[in-house]
């Protein structure tokens, strides 16, 4: 689709400059966090952890800990273990059982054994260090390359390995594209063990109704499916596990998963008959709260013409999910809706292992597998680029995919929706000066210093779909990921929306509000937003995928076209004329031809709810309209090839980040950032700024700091801010951005997803620019994180080889 | 446990109550004072989510005992809003230029932001970055945050 640059011009609140819905409540301290959700009675949980990465238990003495007084109870894993269904696995692996706490063995530094409930968290505390366990350490797999090597000790025995998927797709003539191609190389990429660790660790309270018969659970979560897999867990139907959705979510980006949490203390507040609640500390967030990242190597040999055309590409990836899985390993199969990224290579082979590890579990992170993918894929470019002596941007150019091809499809069967790529790479070097900052960087190499630009790209599939879940789990036949909203306008006129899931930071209700308000053409400002509890909403599947812009503004847009036709309906029976004749405006209804023949907004919404008989036949009384969404594009199974439609939307971004690195000491300094996207219609600017600039000092960490670093024997390194390195304000710069707009053809306003591009785009970027630096000294780094060390010992050793090389 | 009684100006207002020893002050104004704009996020002192200004002074209050703030001055987000409970220039300047996403970090994020503006009313750029690098922000990449305190130091007119 060609771009429109002034399409958004006709809108009265789709991308215009508007205040969010949200922020007030955040300025004044009055955000509903889980932890602020207080119950009467409620009852504190503590957690005893495992010291061991691997260990037999022996005994549990919890004696001393229940004396204490205040302490209600101490529960274990073989009680829990009993009471409860193993939680949830996306791939088929029944003898791998997961329980919120250690049953007979515990299989990572970190792992829950016990929890302590009290009168206080205080008192839990107190409690825990009395809990006796008596262990048997037995050694730990931990070495992600070694993990699947016949002697390597097993994660769970009963699975009998420690590979949990392996498989190889092929998508096109790889081998004889490999055959015709005139040149090939091959590349490690190594994508380390982080996480999005939010400010707000994961919690979560739940309280037995007993008259009822319900679980309230009160959240800190982002998760799809979250309620029946609560549900399943405890044996409790559907529809006894209310869910609250107005919980404000601390910060997720993907991770606030805590399944474990849930089912701990909705047992235990069964149990105990009184509300329980456990907030994370922050040692239990990172060392056992299972929320860590892919931790990912990609041995990758690409096929290319002496011209740069790049032509095939094969590789393998491990994936290391830890010891729990649960829904982690999918993360292999999401990248392949993306998996060449915005170029046009003609075949891919797909080699896919995901396997176990005595380390934290593993959980979906931003992008859900993309991240890591997409580095793979923009280290692979920079390779043939390095290979041919051509210009890292040219050969990406001769590349992409041009703006008449779309929608285009690429080898794994998934077709993009529109896009432009070269205008969007313009715009970003445009924006970064380019020319300018060749000339700086050289200007500082002149001086013997290490500067480099860098530069990626992305693509940020928005939408969202199980279907790829079928390529890695052939009992997955699921060909929906829907979301929904009603909207009702009452009796005086006052319009509310209401939507079946939280948010964690997304800005939902400035969505629905501005796209409701669009449609209808009634001020956004006064239009209410609410969070309906599981039990009431309609079907949902949470805010992950870069989907909410799309499923859920999609919902709002057809829930409010809905009442907008039933309103011009209404007004055209009572005007006495049809509804061709009916000119509708700013919600006020009168005749084209006679506009002093009118009935406003108000006089309408009094008749719909008031006055029956003065409604057309067939009409039910109120203005009320329901828009559930299946996913544009989707709802086909993949064919015999796996060859599959996946995500609907595909965003498009190119960054452009300028860094020094100190020759003494390894450490890089951002001096410029500039990025150009593409999310199609943006329905509020500040919202996308934000999850693009956010997105992007997401993958600086990344790239630069952020490990969940372990010892040879699987001591977890990084359980604190001290050692787990998030970037503050001074190591992430000021990062400029400039939008182009590619309307999507499949969507209701043309928007496409925003939320991931930022954290797919920068790590590449990142490496490509300390590369680039490097580049003078002959030697480049493809294992992230670059940290400072690394970096120094890189340029040492080159440097040391560099000078004793005259005299070999 | 015994706990000791305490006095402390909280937002203006004094306060009479009694805390254990061991109690966290951020506990304590969460806790104990219902005041729960100011949040725990890393409890170790690094995130800056509890910052409160104490004798305005900006600091960790999962860092503090409850006990510690008797006699002093102690305030939170609460106390932010003008007297009349309108937005202050800064919390506006907040939701102006929506320097949050999540909003997790944000009552610790002003805090600190209003002690650099008490202080220091019209800060350059990289002052700002500064004064809040002890506040650590998951969503925005900071980069809106420093546009709603430059927003803020303009509209007192301290800044150009």
């Keep these: 689709m060609a771009s429109t640059p002034d399409h958004t011009d006709n809108y009265h609140y789709v991308s215009k400059k508007r205040r969010t819905r949200e922020d007030r409540r955040f300025i004044t301290g009055k ?10 009675g409620m009852l504190h949980v503590a957690l005893v952890s495992s010291p061991h990465p691997r260990a037999n238990i022996r005994s549990i003495d919890v004696s001393a800990a229940l004396a204490l007084p205040g302490v209600h109870y101490v529960l274990t894993g073989d009680e829990l273990s009993v009471a409860t269904s193993p939680l949830y696995h996306g791939l088929d692996i029944p003898n791998v059982r997961w329980f919120p706490l250690a049953v007979g063995m515990t299989r990572y530094a970190g792992e829950w054994v016990t929890a302590v409930v009290a009168d206080s968290r205080y ?20 070495d992600t390359e070694h993990v699947m090597d016949e002697d390597a000790p097993l994660v769970h025995p009963d699975h009998g390995s420690n590979v949990l998927f392996h498989d190889t797709f092929v998508w096109g003539p790889v081998e004889d594209d490999f055959a015709a191609a005139d040149h090939t190389l091959s590349y490690r990429a190594r994508w380390a063990r982080s996480s999005t660790v939010p400010i707000e660790t994961f919690g979560v309270s739940a309280r037995w109704d007993e008259a009822h018969e319900i679980l309230d659970v009160w959240a800190s979560i982002q998760m799809p499916n979250y309620p029946e897999q609560i549900a399943g867990a405890l044996g409790i139907p559907l529809n006894g596990v209310r869910v609250h959705n ?5 910060g997720s980006y993907g991770v606030k998963r805590g399944i474990k949490h849930t089912v701990l203390v909705g047992y235990l507040c069964r149990k105990l008959g009184r509300p329980v609640r456990v907030i994370e500390d922050r040692l239990d967030n990172m060392a056992g709260g299972d929320a860590h990242g892919p931790d990912r190597i990609f041995d990758v040999e690409l096929a290319f013409d002496g011209d740069g055309t790049w032509k095939s590409m094969r590789f393998r990836a491990i994936d290391d999910v830890g010891a729990y899985p649960g829904r982690a390993p999918l993360q292999l199969g999401k990248p392949i809706t993306a998996l060449c990224g915005p170029y046009r290579v003609n075949s891919i082979s797909y080699e896919a292992m995901s396997v176990l590890s005595n380390k934290t579990g593993q959980v979906p992170v931003r992008g859900f597998g993309q991240a890591p993918t997409n580095f793979m894929t923009e280290t692979g470019i920079e390779h043939i680029a390095a290979f041919l002596g051509m210009d890292r941007i040219e050969i990406r150019r001769r590349n992409m995919i041009e703006s008449h091809q779309f929608p285009w499809t690429i080898p794994t069967g998934t077709s993009y929706d529109s896009g432009d790529y070269h205008a969007v790479v313009d715009k970003a ?17 002149a001086k013997g210093g290490l500067a480099g630009i860098g530069f990626a790209t992305c693509i940020e599939p928005g939408g969202g779909n199980n279907i790829f879940e079928r390529l890695l789990n ?23 929306a209401i939507m079946g899931t939280t948010t964690s930071g997304q800005g939902h209700e400035t969505l629905v509000s501005t796209i409701a308000g669009e449609e209808l053409e009634r001020d956004p400002n006064l239009i209410r937003v609410v969070h309906s509890d599981s039990i009431e909403s309609l079907p949902t599947r949470s805010p992950v995928a870069s989907r909410m812009a799309i499923m859920l503004g999609g919902s709002a847009s057809g829930a409010a076209r809905k009442l907008r036709a039933s309103m011009i309906r209404i007004a055209a029976h009572n005007l006495g004329v049809s509804i061709d004749e009916i000119e509708y405006d700013g919600g006020d209804v009168w005749v084209r031809s006679d506009p002093e023949r009118k009935l406003t907004w108000e006089g309408i919404c009094f008749i719909a709810h008031r006055q ?5 036949d067939g009409m039910e009384p109120g203005l009320q309209a329901t828009d559930v969404l299946q996913v544009p594009a989707g709802g086909v199974m993949p064919d015999e090839n796996n060859r599959v439609q996946m995500y609907p939307c595909y965003s498009f971004q190119a960054h452009i980040p300028f860094v020094e690195i100190d020759p003494g000491t390894g450490k890089v300094t951002i001096h410029q950032y500039a990025l150009a996207h593409d999310c199609g219609t943006v329905i509020n600017p500040d919202i996308v700024r934000g999850m693009i600039i956010g997105g992007a000092a997401h993958g600086i960490g990344a790239a630069l700091y952020e490990k969940f670093e372990y010892s040879e024997d699987g001591q977890l390194l990084a359980g604190s801010f001290v050692d787990y390195l998030l970037p503050s304000a001074h190591e992430i710069p000021e990062i400029r951005d400039v939008e182009h707009c590619t309307p999507s053809p499949r969507t209701s306003l043309g928007q496409k997803g925003s939320g991931e591009g930022g954290y797919l785009g920068a790590p590449a970027a990142i490496a490509s620019a300390v590369n680039d630096a490097l580049s003078p000294l002959g030697t480049r780094m493809d294992e992230l994180p670059l940290r400072l060390k690394d970096i120094e010992a890189v340029i ?3 440097k040391t080889a560099n000078t004793t090389e005259p005299a070999a | 446990m015994t706990k000791t009684e305490i006095k402390f100006t909280i937002n203006g207002r004094s306060h009479v109550g009694e805390a254990p020893p061991r109690m966290t002050l951020v506990d304590y104004l969460r ?3 219902n005041l729960t704009g100011t949040h725990a996020g890393c409890e170790h002192g690094v995130c800056g989510a509890c910052t409160i200004r104490f004798d305005g002074e900006p600091v960790r209050a999962c860092l503090m005992f409850a006990v510690q703030a008797d006699g002093h001055d102690v305030s939170t987000v609460e106390g932010l809003v003008n007297e009349d409970g309108s937005l202050s220039v800064l919390q506006d300047s907040f939701w102006e230029t929506h320097a949050m996403q999540c909003g997790y970090c944000t009552p610790g994020m002003l805090m600190t932001a209003s002690a650099l503006l008490d202080e220091n009313p019209g800060p350059s750029t990289e002052e700002i970055r500064d004064a809040i690098s002890g506040n650590l922000c998951r969503c925005t990449g900071y980069q809106q945050i420093v546009e709603a305190i430059e927003l803020a130091a303009k509209r007192t007119g301290e800044r150009d």
């Design chain 1, 31 to 40: 955000g509903k966090f889980v932890a602020d959700v207080k119950h009467s």
């Design chain 1, 474 to 496: 052939e009992k997955l036949n699921i060909t929906t990921f829907s979301e929904a909203c009603q909207i009702r306008i009452d009796a005086q006129g006052a319009i509310t």
């Design chain 1, 429 to 445: 070097m445009d924006l970064a000066g380019y020319d300018e900052l060749v000339a700086r960087r050289e200007a500082i190499r």
């Design chain 1, 612 to 616: 029956f008989h003065n409604m057309p």
């Design chain 2, 31 to 33: 806790d104990e004072l």
């Design chain 1, 246 to 250: 107005d919980v404000d979510v601390g």
């Design chain 1, 796 to 798: 040492h050793n080159a």
């Design chain 1, 123 to 142: 008192v839990a505390e107190d409690a825990a260090e009395l809990v006796l366990v008596e262990y048997e350490a037995l050694p730990a797999a931990v």
